[in-house]
């Protein structure tokens, strides 16, 4: 899909709501309209001009990487877009209600335009991946594999989640990624009962769990993985919780498929881990799509609105976390097909016993 035909398809939603130009000021929506990926400035887009404002620092950059843009240098980027809709005599102006603070919209209001705070506009296009961002995910996917494998391969006794974390990073970056699409999760022990755990000093010991949710970035879009393992050999209950868990993933993700309401997908998850008694434990949704941000919509939550569509990527993570004993949570990234689902992520989902 070309630049211009996404601007395309953004103006069209911006008509539905009256607007006739959009003033972009999120800087991951500027990156999907025009592929400026620079931290400062915005963008205009309107039926005959679309307009790049950044600062001197990124002048050069958004004349490389946003040739089909104007690009104007100036330090107040709102500003500058905003007179220049003053001056073509354009009614009304959709910006990023998301993204906007109660006093910057007040501050456009000012600029004698009509500013409309639009909701989700830019993002809602951004669901459904075309097939360079698709490649660009199947790639970031490879390489989180492959960096999680030389990851797992140094869990032995005595090495901390934060030497793990390390390992993993680096592993990423000599694969060629781009970058981390979040800081790694790597959590043993007790401290996988926390879901997002910082990685600490936690050392291991024989009969560890050891939970890593990872992912890196490939053209800037991401991959997201989760995989527990023990080292040495699994309680009884830590391998029951394992299959309760991976259960829930393989139902939850026999249920995608276009169509399919978001919600939907998080009850088969959710049933099948209440149905073993973890109803409570289970403490957050069971995915969240990703792109261009680790976490995009949908989400597939108890109460997320919407349907899934084809080619959307989200994720299916299902966990069960036990305060002060531990946790078990199993994430692929998987994309909706015509007819049902394809994982992205590929590797062993059985619970693995890592020999001492």
């Not at 809709?85 to 009614?91: F, K, L, Q």
């Not at 050891?210 to 890196?216: K, M, P, S």
């Not at 919407?306 to 959307?312: A, S, V």
């Amino acid at each position: 899909m070309t630049w211009q035909h996404r601007r395309d398809l953004a103006l069209a939603r911006a008509a539905d709501a009256g607007c006739s130009a959009l003033l972009i000021t999120h800087p991951v929506n500027v990156r999907y309209l025009c592929g400026f990926d620079g931290s400062a400035g915005a963008l205009l887009i309107t039926h005959d001009r679309v307009v790049l404002a950044t600062d001197g620092r990124y002048v050069q950059q958004a004349g490389i990487q946003a040739g089909d843009c104007e690009v104007v240098q100036t330090r107040d980027y709102s500003a500058a877009l905003l007179d220049i809709v003053r001056t073509a005599h354009v009614e009304k102006v959709g910006c990023e209600g998301d993204h906007v603070s109660w006093n910057q919209h007040a501050r456009m209001s000012e600029l004698g335009v009509d500013v409309v705070a639009t909701s989700g506009l830019i993002e809602s296009l951004r669901m459904v991946k075309d097939a360079q961002e698709l490649d660009y995910i199947r790639q970031a996917c490879r390489l989180t594999e492959s960096a999680l494998h030389t990851t797992l391969d140094a869990v032995r006794v005595g090495i901390t989640e934060r030497e793990l974390a390390r390992i993993f990073s680096s592993a990423a970056m000599d694969r060629g990624a781009d970058g981390l699409a979040f800081d790694p999760i790597v959590a043993i022990g007790e401290n996988a009962a926390i879901p997002h755990h910082k990685p600490g000093e936690r050392a291991l010991v024989r009969g560890d769990v050891v939970l890593c949710d990872v992912g890196a970035s490939v053209g800037g879009y991401c991959a997201d993985l989760s995989r527990t393992v023990v080292l040495g050999s699994a309680s009884p209950d830590l391998m029951d919780i394992h299959d309760v868990v991976a259960r829930a993933q393989s139902a939850a993700m026999a249920g995608l498929a276009p169509g399919v309401a978001a919600s939907d997908i998080d009850q088969l998850a959710r049933e099948v881990i209440a149905s073993a008694g973890f109803a409570d434990r289970y403490v957050h949704g069971t995915g969240h799509g990703l792109g261009l941000e680790i976490h995009e919509p949908p989400l597939l939550g108890s109460s997320s609105a919407g349907t899934l569509g084809e080619h959307f990527v989200v994720t299916v993570e299902p966990g069960i976390y036990l305060p002060g004993v531990g946790g078990v949570r199993i994430e692929d990234t998987v994309l909706v097909t015509s007819n049902g689902y394809e994982s992205l992520t590929t590797g062993t989902r059985e619970f693995v016993e890592i020999s001492v």
